[in-house]
Structure formats: structure tokens, C-alpha cells
């Protein structure tokens, strides 16, 4: 018997996924539109995704209908390798959060991982888990991926390190602290009371520095001596203090479940005062002025079809809305990304080069050398010296700069990194939203001339446009009814011609 397409499908599918490493990773299954359906974490990455396309799978019964559902329509699999486990769990909560997949359930939210915190910019530190860090006079780790385990951990350390985990706001220079009545952590020893003038600053910024050590290294060396102290108390018979023990040394052990805080850096977390931004992104670029007006240029298409491109504008580090353009591409077919940033960056900075209107003071390009090349070949053939352009190429996060021949690679948490991948994402996301737009317009569009219409209104229920309104005394917005708004993000900005 001849093979049906979805055998066919399986058959493709298997013999790519053969080919995967088996190593851990992020994998994202897509349909035939290549739109991501689901992103999964896996310890190997083989293994995981082919257990999907087994014959003897039974994802109905195992994984449930929306699982079954979603595998049936997979035409594609690409994936991302990481080091570790940790590495593809944070990389997971991060495409989640970007792309949010239609079956995926969990992890959509705007919820982040959690911190260690450290305020060492106090007179005497407090230890917090924390998912808001604190922007100044902190030392964090993480993030880490159980909060139930880091809170665990931090309370077996406070036992060894005495440390604080109060919000009191201890100065040394207070006398009153010695009239202070400190809480039950210092009865049960497991905390120094500095709140109570029991301890002074050397000597708690001591005890500080060797829990910082401890997190910095590998733990090891405490981790044999709780061993030990273990399998005595075990063998006194003494279980229940073994059994505590033991639940120490697995809660330190969770500390090693962690990202890096420069590496994997969640944008959700950290604030971007956009002054900083500006005046460190003058630094990289060795701009004698601090820049005022930026503009992002990114390409959205599908295989080639509907390709449009995007304009935003920030001015001091905040977007103008008014300002956003977007294109509908009219001179490249197919799918070329450096044919098209030529055209949008001809079309949108053609008045300047004629002088009819200033260059914005960056323009940054989503993509890599290549894309940043095609935006420079598109200012040298009007004539003019173009302003600073750059690109930020995605992944590693790297910008790239006229007349540089290597990229800048800032830490995940600099100032100006952060500005630069906030006005990329804006880009992004306009120029996805103005797609998705001509996507559904094509399809209504095919569904009219297919005869495929709307379904039919059921009897005796009032059309919408039909139905009785409220009255105005009635809704709890009427004194808003005439307030003017800015254009906001799903206004329909007509295209540059």
C-alpha cells in the first residue's frame, strides 16, 4: 500500500530528528506555516523528540488530546544545543516568554525565576530571595530554577553563616540598637542579631565574605563534612538529626541548579533607566554627544510571501509612537532579508539624503555583518555619509559597528545592550504585527473567492452591531468617553509608499 502524506511526514520527521545530537537543548516543534507550536526542554535532545514520532507512542493516552493534537500537525523541528540542563530549562522559560507557543501551558506568564540577593551596600548585609532585584548595592546569583529549593538552601547556609533575612534597615551608627529586642533567630542561634547591637560590623562583613565565597566556589568541602556528619549521626542511631542533614545537603546542592545573572539575564527583571543607556551607548560607540533620537529597522516575512519592514523611533530612550513606520517590500521576490533592508532603508532615509530632513542619530539594524553591510550599501548609493549604524545580531547578542571588523560583546546586563535589544525587540514586534495583519487579510481574502463564508448567526440572537447599547449613566467608564489617547500599539499605521 502506498504511503499517506502523514506517513510521508513521520518518515521526514524521523530521519531530521535521527540526526540530532544527544546532547541537552531546547527544541521547537513547527506547522507548515513555520509557526512554533511548542518549545520543549530536554536532557538529550534525540531521545525526547523522536519519542513523539514512535510507532508504539501513544501521546492520546500518555500526553493527552492537545499533545496528540498539536503532534499530528509537525511538519518541522529545529532545535538549540546548551551545556546543561539548567542552560536548556532557562533557555525554555525565555522562547516561552518571547514567542508564547499555542501548546505550551505553562511558563507564558510574566513570572521570572528567582535571585539570590546579597545587599552589600547595607552597614549589615541582608540574604533575600528575591524574582525583583534590586538595581544598586546588591550581589546576586541565580537566577535559579526551584524557588522552593533556593529558600531551602538559604535557610541550611544561615544556620552555618548567621546571617540576616530581615527587612530592618540596621545602621551601625544607631545607639538605640542596643535597647532592641532581637527576633527568635537568635534564640535558636541561627542568626547573629546585628539589629541588637549583639555583633559589629567587621565582624558580620566577615561572615558575609565567607558565605560569598562559599556561593562562588563548588561546595564540595562542606558537602563531605555534612556527609560525614551525616552517616554518624546514622549510625548513633540518631535519625531524625541525620534526616535533617540530609535535607541540608540536598538543599545546597540545588544551589548548583543555576544560571549566570550576566548570561542569562531575563529583561522582565531589570529596569533601564533610559539616561544610562543612552550615555553608556555613547561610550561603546565613542559618539561625542550622547545620542538623543534612535531608530530600529527589522523584516518580517514567511518564506518570502507577505515580507514587510518596520520602523521604530525612541527618543531619549523612550518610544515615540508617532513616529513608527512600516513598509510593505515592492521590489524584492523571494525571500532575500539584505535586499530588503536595502529597500526599507532607501525608502525611509531618501529625504535625508536629499537634505530635506535629518538622520535620527543611530539607526540599528536586527540581523548580523551581512545586515549591516546591505543597510551601508543602501546610504553610500544616495551619495551621503550615513550616521552611526549598527546591528545587533541575535543569540549571542553581539553589536556590530561601521568600520569595525569585530563585534562588541557587552555583558547581558549593560545599559546599553539592554537599550539596544529593547528598541530591537520593539522592531521586531511591529514588524511581526503589521505581517500578521496582510496574512489574514490574504486569507479572508482567498476564503471570498472559495465561497468560504462567516457562520451563520443563530436564530432569535440580536447581530452585534444590532444589539441594545449600554447607557452612558450605566458604564463605570463614561467620564473617560472623551478622553484622547496616543496611538498605541494596535494602531494600523498606513504604509510608506
Do not use: W
Request: hydrophobic share 35%.
Amino acid at each position: 500500500m502506498a504511503p499517506t502524506n502523514d506517513d510521508e511526514r513521520v518518515r521526514e520527521l524521523r530521519a531530521r530528528i535521527g540526526s540530532f545530537p544527544k546532547l541537552p537543548g531546547v527544541y521547537m516543534m513547527k506547522d507548515s506555516k513555520g509557526r512554533v507550536l511548542y518549545v520543549g526542554k530536554a536532557k538529550d535532545l534525540r531521545a525526547r523528540v523522536s519519542s513523539y514520532f514512535q510507532e508504539s507512542a501513544d501521546l492520546l493516552r500518555t500526553r493527552g488530546p492537545e499533545i496528540a493534537g498539536m503532534a499530528a500537525k509537525v511538519v518541522d523541528v529545529d532545535f538549540l544545543e546548551c551545556d546543561t540542563e539548567v542552560d536548556a530549562l532557562l533557555q525554555e522559560n525565555r522562547l516561552i516568554k518571547d514567542v508564547q507557543p499555542p501548546y505550551n501551558e505553562r511558563l507564558k506568564d510574566d513570572k521570572s525565576f528567582p535571585y539570590l540577593e546579597i545587599t552589600v551596600g547595607d552597614d549589615f548585609a541582608g540574604v533575600f530571595v528575591t524574582r525583583q532585584p534590586r538595581q544598586k548595592g546588591v550581589k546576586l546569583y541565580g537566577p535559579f530554577t526551584s524557588a522552593g529549593g533556593l529558600r531551602d538552601a538559604v535557610n541550611a547556609l544561615q544556620k552555618v553563616f548567621k546571617f540576616r533575612t530581615c527587612e530592618l534597615d540596621i545602621r551601625e551608627n544607631d545607639d538605640k540598637r542596643r535597647f532592641f529586642r532581637p527576633c527568635l533567630l537568635h534564640s535558636i542561634n541561627q542568626c547573629t542579631a546585628p539589629c541588637a547591637d549583639k555583633i559589629g560590623r567587621e565582624d558580620y562583613k566577615r561572615d558575609i565574605d565567607r558565605l560569598k565565597r562559599f556561593l562562588a566556589s563548588k561546595r564540595s568541602v562542606v558537602l563531605r563534612e555534612m556527609e560525614k556528619e551525616m552517616k554518624a549521626a546514622s549510625a548513633d542511631l540518631r535519625f531524625e538529626e541525620a534526616g535533617r542533614v540530609r535535607d541540608r545537603i540536598k538543599a545546597i546542592k540545588s544551589l548548583a541548579l543555576s544560571g549566570d545573572v550576566d548570561e542569562d539575564v531575563q529583561p522582565e527583571v531589570f529596569y533601564i533607566d533610559p539616561e544610562k543607556g543612552l550615555e553608556r551607548l555613547a561610550q561603546v560607540l565613542e559618539l561625542e554627544h550622547v545620542p538623543r533620537i534612535l531608530e530600529g529597522i527589522d523584516i518580517a516575512n514567511l518564506q518570502g510571501e507577505e515580507s514587510v519592514g518596520s520602523l521604530v523611533c525612541f527618543i531619549d530612550g523612550r518610544p515615540l509612537k508617532t513616529g513608527y513606520k512600516r513598509f510593505r517590500i515592492k521590489t524584492v521576490a523571494g525571500q532575500d532579508d539584505y535586499a530588503m533592508i536595502r529597500e526599507v532603508v532607501q525608502r525611509r532615509y531618501r529625504h535625508a539624503a536629499e537634505g530635506e530632513e535629518l538622520y535620527p542619530d543611530v539607526i540599528l539594524i536586527d540581523g548580523g555583518l551581512g545586515q549591516l553591510h546591505a543597510a551601508l550599501e543602501a546610504c553610500s548609493e544616495a551619495f551621503v555619509k550615513p550616521p552611526m549604524v549598527i546591528s545587533l545580531a541575535k543569540r549571542e547578542e553581539e553589536i556590530y559597528i561601521q568600520a569595525r571588523r569585530r563585534p562588541i560583546r557587552l555583558p547581558r546586563n549593560d545599559p546599553a545592550l539592554r537599550l539596544v535589544q529593547q528598541i530591537r525587540d520593539e522592531a521586531h514586534r511591529f514588524a511581526q504585527h503589521y505581517h500578521h495583519i496582510l496574512r489574514r487579510r490574504r486569507q479572508f481574502d482567498e476564503d471570498v473567492r472559495q465561497g468560504r463564508t462567516a457562520p451563520r448567526r443563530r436564530a432569535g440572537k440580536p447581530a452585534k452591531g444590532n444589539r441594545p447599547k449600554k447607557r452612558a449613566a450605566d458604564s463605570p467608564d463614561r467620564d473617560r468617553e472623551n478622553d484622547v489617547h496616543p496611538p498605541d500599539d494596535n494602531q494600523e499605521h498606513p504604509p510608506i509608499d
